[in-house]
């Protein structure tokens, strides 16, 4: 807990500690930042690939990961950037993989869809739809089969509900009441699909409830607090109960799907996208911390600034970080040393 | 040296590797209660609980997900596919996450994971039950590839495989599980990636892997004894990595190849060898290399086709009468 000084007096927002707040609100500013950075970055053609952005979004990360503990898990799909960074990943790290660089988190080898640290067990961005839901299961698994009160917590889109996996993986996470927390970010499109469109059940909880019953549940996804709280209810009770917990997060990404599509265009307008940036996540938080008086607008724009020279310096950095050499094309196919190729020599190299 | 059965000699790699080490567990489809669906892991739920044997629902790329997870944070699991007919299912999990982690996350997170079943046709299954899944794995870097033919080599290949920091694709034959064979006492390993020869032969080598190995050392007996001909048998035991070395060192020595193999041709195991041969072989080749593979098709039901389709000893001994100029 935090100590008497921290605590903020008065109407708490969400009766967290000051310490907390100014935690979840740098969380989002950094994602916000660094990834208008990555944009910028990405259209000056330093970041190739696919590069999917979170914009929008960012109360989810923040608030999810916010609750959790240090030795628990964190795995998501390929839109892995701010849940990186909120997972305590460096930006300079981040950045670094991005930009293709032998500093990046994965050497260069994964890119924006392939985030990994396993020194703050990040588990990756997964790039394709649906297939990380079952290696939550496994993590899970392994938790209770080692019988620590760790629990998992697995990112998603909300596309995967329609798919396979999503109903193998909860079948077995419930059935053996294994502790891994789902959520959902519901950003309402898959790609340039809304969801109502090819989802039979668009209430995205609800398609949970056969697996998780009571224990699925819908949060305001803008609200950082909101989904802290969440969070929490379900880490205590995967801790406790080793009960997993399915949490939709409604929320809403700016951005087009990746850095190839539009923002808005024939599936939604720009007026939609103007009115959704209305209730954007972090200016309603620096509202309502203002309000409370926890801090002050000068404050913020303190922790902005400090924040942007970070990112600024993370590009820096990368800029800097050397690309991978011949000699990492081999190096982390196998555990064990390979040459490539038939008989360890690939055809006329 | 004790006489046991393919299936026997599995169970005791499973069970002397879930002794040795508190991390492995089995998961699949029917191999606690029901002892298997091939009795492979038979006992076992007894002597190590439900944690450790766990019965699946069919949800193949649920399960082999749920090994890849696990391994990820430091378990070794053994994934049992009923078939690997069915493990296309999983071919997400396998290709997509189990041999991509340990390259994508830069060295960081590494898979120790073996996913095992009988691959290949067995009597009368018809299509989607006779497939032979080799190539579609060999393919691919970041998985190891094992195809045992004998109890010793099952046993040494899988405890091997389970104690490997990799994924290890193992395919089983569905018809070898009743083969007998001199499995060694004690602690019997086999490295992966290392061929053996079955049979020594001066006049032709036949490649072979898994149930073909079977139809090879056949074809090589009545070759010996009709034709005089003395074949020698080399079995790959595992597909990847491919004990090129080995392969050549025997054709350099009888100047003849035939590479057999029960899947498909098109972009089959023997295409893969027969490019090795020519390439690091061709000076001492006296005649060009021929394969025997299963007929183009998917299985047909009738007993009939289904022999016409899979290959026994008499194409092998065909083919190597074409090598040696002797049709």
Redesign the interface.
Known sequence: MASTEETVVGEAPGGLSKEKLLELLRAMLLSRRFEEKTAESYQMGKIGGFCHLYIGQEAVAAGAIGALREDD?V?TAYRDHAQALVRGMSPNSVMSELYGRID???????GSM?M???SVNF??????VG???????????????RQTDQVCLCFFGDSVVNG??FH??F??TA?WELPVIYIVENNSYGMGTDIDRVAAVDELFTRACAYAGKRAEQVDGQDVLAVYAAVERAAERARTEKRPTFIEAQTYRYLGHSMSDPAHGVYRTREEVAEERERDPINTFVDKLTDAGVLTDDDVEAMDKEIIDEVEAAAEFAEASPVPGPEEVY??????EYR?G???RDAWR | MAVITYRDALNRALREEMERDDSVFLLGEEVGEYDGAYKVSKGLLDQFGEWRVRDTPIAENGFAGLGVGAAMVGLRPVVEFMTWNFALLAYDAIVNSAAKMYHMSGGQYNVPIVFRGPGGSALQLAAQHSQVPDPWYANIPGLKVCAPATPADALGLLKSAIRDDDPVVFIEGELLYNVKGEVPDGEHLVPIGVAEVKRPGADVTIVAHGKMVHVALQAAEHLAKELEVEAEVVDLRSLRPLDTASVIESVQRTHRAVVVEEGWPISGIGAQVVDDIQREAFDSLDAPVARVSGLDVPMHYARSLEKLIVPGPEPVIEAVKHVCYLD
């Open positions: 898990y795995i990046g988190c994965s050497r260069g080898a994964g392939h990994f640290d396993k588990m990756g961005g997964h790039g394709i297939t990380h839901l079952p290696i939550a299961t496994g993590v899970g698994y392994a938790i209770r089969y396979g996996p193998e993986a079948n077995m059935k190096a982390h196919v196998y555990s064990d490539g038939p008989d360890g």
